[in-house]
C-alpha cells in the first residue's frame, strides 16, 4: 500500500522561530519526493524537490533519508507569510508522475 | 501568460445533474492530472492523461469521466454516478518527462458543492 504519513499539526511557532516538519513513506521503492505548500482555499504550489544528497533554498532545508524512509523540511527564521500547510508528496514511479499526497502539516506563525 | 486554468471557481449543482469542470493549459506539457481534494485529506487522483487522445484511471475514478481531444484542454465530468461530488477539484499538468523528477503545477481549483 502506497502511503505518506505527516503530523497535521498544527504547528504554533513566533516569528523567527526554527520549525521541522517529517514524513514518512511506505514503499522504498519510491523514485521522487517533495515539498509543497498550500494556503487556505488555494492550489498547491511547488515549495521543493528533494534530492538524496539534501538541499537548501534560502530557509528552507530538505532532507531525505532513503533507509529510514522518511522526509524532512526544515524552516528558519519563520516569517508570518510562511503560515500555510505544507504537503509532502512522493513519487512511486520513474517516468510520468503519479504522485501520493500526504495529508499535510499546518503551519501558524504569530507575531 | 502561462499556466494552467481552471473555471469555473465555484459550482453548484443539484443532485442528479451531470457537470462538466474545465482545465487549459498553455505550457505545452504533455500530462495531465485531475484531483479531488476533501477537508483534512490529502489530494486523491481521478484520472490522468500521458498523451493526447489517452488517459488512465487514479485511485478514485468511479462516477467521473474525461476526455483529453486537445493537448491544452482536459475536461472532468461529474456525473450524477459519484456519491459524494461535493469537494475541492485540482487539475493539474506537468511536461511528461520520462524521468523520476518530472514535476507537477496546479490550476486554481473549482469548488463544486451539490445542493
Known amino acids: 500500500r502506497k502511503e505518506v504519513e505527516q503530523d497535521p499539526g498544527p504547528f504554533n511557532v513566533p516569528e523567527g522561530a526554527t520549525v521541522a516538519f517529517n514524513c514518512t513513506y511506505s514503499?522504498?521503492?519510491?523514485?521522487?519526493f517533495f515539498w509543497y505548500r498550500q494556503d487556505c482555499r488555494k492550489e498547491p504550489k511547488l515549495l521543493m524537490s528533494?534530492?538524496?544528497s539534501g538541499n537548501e533554498d534560502g530557509r528552507f532545508t530538505a532532507q531525505l533519508n532513503r533507509a529510514s524512509q522518511y522526509i524532512s523540511l526544515l524552516i528558519r527564521d519563520s516569517k508570518l507569510s510562511d503560515s500555510a500547510t505544507y504537503l509532502c508528496?512522493?513519487?512511486?514511479?520513474?517516468?510520468?508522475?503519479?504522485?501520493?499526497f500526504g495529508k499535510g502539516t499546518m503551519l501558524l506563525v504569530s507575531p | 501568460d502561462g499556466g494552467i486554468t481552471q473555471s469555473p471557481k465555484y459550482l453548484f449543482r443539484k443532485e442528479g445533474q451531470n457537470v462538466t469542470l474545465s482545465c487549459e493549459q498553455n505550457?505545452?506539457?504533455?500530462?495531465m492530472y485531475w484531483y479531488r481534494q476533501d477537508p483534512g485529506q490529502g489530494l486523491r487522483l481521478i484520472y490522468y492523461?500521458?498523451?493526447?487522445?489517452?488517459?488512465q484511471k487514479g485511485d478514485i475514478a468511479e462516477g467521473y469521466s474525461v476526455s483529453r481531444e486537445k493537448k491544452e484542454s482536459f475536461p472532468l465530468t461529474v456525473t450524477s454516478a459519484q456519491k459524494n461530488p461535493t469537494a475541492f477539484y485540482l487539475c493539474?499538468?506537468?511536461?511528461?518527462?520520462?524521468?523520476?523528477?518530472?514535476?507537477?503545477?496546479f490550476g486554481p481549483g473549482t469548488r463544486l458543492t451539490v445542493l
Open positions: 493539474a499538468s506537468s511536461p511528461g518527462l520520462a524521468e523520476s523528477t518530472d514535476t507537477q503545477y
Open positions: 514503499n522504498s521503492a519510491s523514485q521522487s
Open positions: 508528496v512522493v513519487n512511486w514511479r520513474s517516468g510520468y508522475s503519479t504522485l501520493t
Open positions: 492523461s500521458q498523451i493526447v487522445n489517452d488517459f
Open positions: 528533494v534530492y538524496s
Open positions: 505550457l505545452n506539457h504533455d500530462a
